[in-house]
């Protein structure tokens, strides 16, 4: 399967400041993803990230807050905008073929928001 | 859209002994459900997948099973081995019509006794 590298791994952010993560793929795919871990919780989509187009948001995501790139068929960026403290969380990028399946995905980027 | 419900959140077995872990979707268009193992600093690893159109699947010490008319898949774990603890995260995604990406139970902490 597709390597899949992110960064950065982890950082401590000031709160009001943003961040931009990046997920490097080691071949095309089709589909990128972006996911959100919350401390000891579940993954939850943010958004799908389209190729030359405006990522597709899940419901409760936006925009303004979490804008995506996805320049070319292996690479992706996530920035996190104007942080607050309930923006902690591990940040993942996963990819998938054409089919959206399987899904692998990368070590993510744990962010800690102070 | 899609809801997953995972139980238990919590599975200690002894070693040697099997873990099963199930769970239930809301979707009756849903066609691909992915088991992942998430160690700790870690992304989440696919480990077994089984799509809508298969009852059961094995890879080795590792099975899941899928009864479509009650929505419900299991994960079956064999001859556990101390490498097995982590946390198990069980997904399904849908046919279409919305997004792309995973739907995520709450995961199962999954603990091997020596």
Known sequence: S???SQKPSRDICQRG???TIQCQVDSQVTMMFWYRQQPGQSLTLIATANQGSEATYESGF????FPISRPNLTFSTLTVSNMSPEDSSIYLCSVAGQEREPQHFGDGTRLSIL | GENVEQHP???SVQEGDSAVIKCTYSDSASNYFPWYKQELGKG??????IRSNVGEKKDQRIAVTLNKTAKHFSLHITETQPEDSAVY???AIGSGGG???LTF???THLIIQP
């Open chain 1, 2 to 4: 597709a390597v899949i």
């Open chain 1, 17 to 19: 400041t943003s961040l």
């Open chain 1, 62 to 65: 936006v925009i303004d807050k």
């Open chain 2, 9 to 11: 959140s919590t599975l």
């Open chain 2, 44 to 49: 989440p690893q696919l480990i077994i997948d």
């Open chain 2, 89 to 91: 995260f069980c997904a």
């Open chain 2, 99 to 101: 997004a792309d990406g």
């Open chain 2, 105 to 107: 139970g709450k995961g």
